[in-house]
C-alpha cells in the first residue's frame, strides 16, 4: 500500500467521499446533537474512535468471520465499542453524556459504521481499514461541527457555552433565532452545505 | 468465499460473545466507582440549585457540606424516621410502595444569613420518560424558596423547558397553602397563572403534557409532607 493511496483514504471523506453530505449517511444523530457545539463535537470524536476501532477489529477479524454470520458479528463488535465509549462518558465527562443520552447508543445505528464495515473492513487489510475509519469519522464530525457552530452562534449567541454575540445587540433589539434549535434547521443547514458542496465540485452532480 | 462449516460457526459465535461479555464486564466495574460519583455530585448540584445557590461539578461536594447542614427522614404522618440516610433513598422506589410505608427526606439547608430552608425531592411523569426536581421552602413551611427539575428525555426546546430559570424561577414565593391550612399546591398554568395568583405559575407552551405532568408531580409529591408541613412550621 503506498502512502499517498492511504492519504487518499483518509482525506477523501473529508470532500468528495463525505459520509454526511455525499453518501447521505447519518443525517438522524447529525439532526439531534448539534444545537449546541460541545456535545457536537464529543459526538463527532465518539464515532471517530468508533468507526476506526470496529473498521480495525473487524478487518483483522475478515478471513476468519463466517459470511452467513458477519451482519450479526459486526453488531455485536460495534454495540460493545459503543458501550464502553458510552461507560467512559459518563465516568469522565458526565455532563456531555447526560446531554448526548439515546444518542450515544444510536451510534451502534448510525449508517456510516457498518456502512464503512461492509463497503470496506471486510475487504481491505487493518491498515488502510483504520485509516478508512478514521477519514469517515473526522467527515462526519467536520459536518456536524460546522452545523452546530452555526446553529449555537445563532440560535443562543454563544459557541462553547460562551457569549459570543455582545449584550449590546441584545439591547439594540437582536434576538437569537429560535428557529435555529428546532432540528428542522439542521436538515435545512445540511441542505445548504450539500447545495454549496454541489455547486462547487461539480463532480458530485448527477449526469442527466 | 470460504465455506465453514456448522461446528466452526457455533464455535467462533461462542468465543466472541464470552470474550466481548468478559471485555464489558471488566470495563463496566472498573468505571463504575466514577460514574457512581458524578451521580452523587449531580445530585448534590440539584439540590443546592433548589436553594439557590450555584455550584459546579469541582465546588458541589464542600458547597454541599457547608450548605446543607441536616438532612432526615420523615413518614406521611409527619414522624420522623430514625436510622435512616435521607441522601441515598430513591424516591422511584418509595413512590412505588404503599403511602404509609414511604421514607420522605428533608434535606436542611442553613443560608448565608442564618435562616434555614427545608427541601423536598420530587418524582413524576413528564411526556417521554421520569421528570423530578427539589423544591425548598422558608420555615414558614408554606412558602417555596426556590426550585429546580430535571427530566430524562423531554422534547429540547418544548418540555425541557422546565429546566431553564424562566421558568423556575417564578416558583419563588408562591405558597402551596391556602388559608394557611388548606392544601392547594402549585398549579402550572395553560394560558398563563393571573398576576399575583400565589398559588400558580405559567405553563410551557408546547409543552402541556410534561406542564401537567409537573403540576401533578408536585400535588402528589408535596401532598405526602402536609402532616409534616403544618406541625413544623414556624
Known amino acids: 500500500m503506498s502512502s499517498n493511496k492511504n492519504s487518499k483514504l483518509l482525506s477523501n471523506p473529508f470532500n468528495l467521499e463525505n459520509p454526511v453530505t455525499v453518501q447521505i449517511l447519518g443525517i438522524c444523530s447529525a439532526l439531534a446533537v448539534t444545537v449546541k457545539l460541545k456535545p457536537a463535537i464529543v459526538m463527532g470524536l465518539s464515532v471517530i474512535v468508533v468507526t476506526a476501532f470496529s473498521n480495525l477489529v473487524i478487518s483483522w477479524m475478515r478471513n476468519s468471520i463466517p459470511p452467513r454470520i458477519r451482519i450479526i458479528v ?30 450515544v447508543g444510536l451510534i451502534i445505528t448510525n449508517c456510516i459504521i457498518m456502512g464503512r464495515l461492509e463497503a470496506f473492513a471486510m475487504g481491505n487489510k487493518p491498515w488502510p481499514s483504520l485509516i478508512d475509519g478514521i477519514g469517515n469519522g473526522i467527515g462526519y464530525a467536520m459536518i456536524l461541527i460546522v452545523v452546530a457552530f452555526i446553529r449555537e452562534l445563532f440560535g443562543s449567541g454563544t459557541l462553547l457555552g460562551y457569549k459570543i454575540i455582545p449584550q449590546a445587540f441584545f439591547d439594540a433589539g437582536y434576538v437569537n433565532n429560535g428557529m435555529m434549535i428546532m432540528p428542522t434547521m439542521a436538515l435545512i443547514l445540511v441542505g445548504v452545505i450539500i447545495w454549496i458542496q454541489r455547486s462547487y465540485f461539480k463532480q458530485l452532480n448527477e449526469k442527466e | 468465499m470460504r465455506n465453514f462449516s456448522n461446528t466452526y460457526i457455533y464455535t467462533f459465535s461462542v468465543i466472541m460473545v464470552v470474550i466481548v461479555a468478559l471485555l464489558l464486564s471488566l470495563a463496566a466495574m472498573q468505571l463504575k466507582p466514577f460514574q457512581d460519583k458524578n451521580i452523587e455530585i449531580e445530585k448534590k448540584q440539584n439540590i443546592l440549585a433548589s436553594v439557590r445557590i450555584n455550584s459546579t461539578p469541582k465546588d458541589a461536594q464542600d458547597l454541599y457540606a457547608k450548605y446543607i447542614t441536616e438532612s432526615f427522614v420523615v413518614n406521611n404522618i409527619g414522624e420522623k424516621l430514625e436510622g435512616e440516610d435521607a441522601f441515598t433513598i430513591d ?9 404509609a410505608e414511604r421514607k420522605l427526606p428533608v434535606f436542611v439547608g442553613t443560608l448565608e444569613n442564618g435562616s434555614k430552608t427545608y427541601v423536598t425531592p420530587l418524582r413524576g411523569k413528564g411526556l417521554w420518560g421520569p421528570i423530578w426536581g427539589y423544591v425548598s421552602f422558608e420555615p414558614d413551611m408554606n412558602t417555596i424558596y426556590g426550585a429546580l427539575f430535571d427530566h430524562q428525555g423531554e422534547t429540547p426546546g418544548l418540555g425541557a423547558e422546565i429546566t431553564m430559570d424562566w421558568f423556575e424561577d417564578p416558583f419563588r414565593g408562591k405558597t402551596i397553602f391556602k388559608d394557611s391550612t388548606e392544601f392547594v399546591s402549585v398549579k402550572v398554568l395553560k394560558g398563563g397563572a393571573p398576576d399575583g395568583d400565589p398559588h400558580a405559575v405559567d405553563a410551557i ?3 402541556t ?13 408535596l401532598v405526602q409532607y402536609k402532616t409534616y408541613f403544618l406541625s413544623n412550621r414556624q
Open chain 2, 209 to 221: 403534557i410534561t406542564s401537567k405532568g409537573l403540576e401533578a408531580m408536585l400535588d402528589s409529591c
Open chain 2, 91 to 99: 424516591m422511584k422506589s418509595e413512590l412505588s410502595k404503599p403511602a
Open chain 2, 205 to 207: 407552551s408546547g409543552g
Open chain 1, 74 to 103: 459486526q453488531l455485536v463488535i460495534v454495540a460493545s465499542m459503543v458501550i464502553l465509549v458510552d461507560q467512559v462518558l459518563r465516568a469522565f465527562v458526565y455532563d456531555v453524556s447526560k446531554q448526548l443520552s439515546v444518542y
